[in-house]
């Protein structure tokens, strides 16, 4: 179910302020900032899954990859790609870390 996002709230932070937030939300594995501080105020907690830290830092790569391929298939460098089994492990990866953290 998607929502629309229309409001808006603003904080000032110090530069540590700001880096110490940076650092709790690396720690805790979450995707955005906005995902952090959503998680943090509206159940006080964010839930650190330690297994799911490499598998995070390989999708980052995959990602960086997928970016590179599109970049390549607008230049027109590149004209056919089939990401089909891309996207299936994607799928599968997203099913498994949505059961790993209750949201199915």
């Given at each position: 179910?998607?929502?629309?996002?229309?409001?808006?709230?603003?904080i000032r932070l110090t530069k540590e302020e700001k880096l110490a937030l940076e650092?709790?939300?690396?720690?805790?594995?979450?995707?955005?900032?906005?995902?952090?501080?959503?998680?943090?105020?509206?159940?006080?907690?964010?839930?650190?899954?330690?297994?799911?830290?490499?598998?995070?830092?390989?999708?980052?790569?995959?990602?960086?990859?997928?970016?590179?391929?599109?970049?390549?298939?607008?230049?027109?460098?590149?004209?056919?790609?089939?990401?089909?089994?891309?996207?299936?492990?994607?799928?599968?990866?997203?099913?498994?870390?949505?059961?790993?953290?209750?949201?199915?």
């Open positions: 179910m998607s929502r629309k996002q229309t409001e808006t709230i603003t650092k709790k939300m690396y720690d805790a594995l979450s995707p955005s900032m906005r995902r952090f501080i959503l998680d943090m105020c509206m159940t006080g907690k964010v839930i650190v899954n330690e297994d799911l830290r490499a598998v995070n830092r390989e999708l980052k790569y995959q990602g960086n990859n997928l970016n590179q391929l599109v970049h390549l298939a607008h230049e027109g460098r590149v004209r056919v790609i089939n990401l089909s089994e891309t996207l299936s492990v994607y799928q599968k990866t997203l099913m498994a870390m949505e059961k790993q953290n209750g949201d199915s």
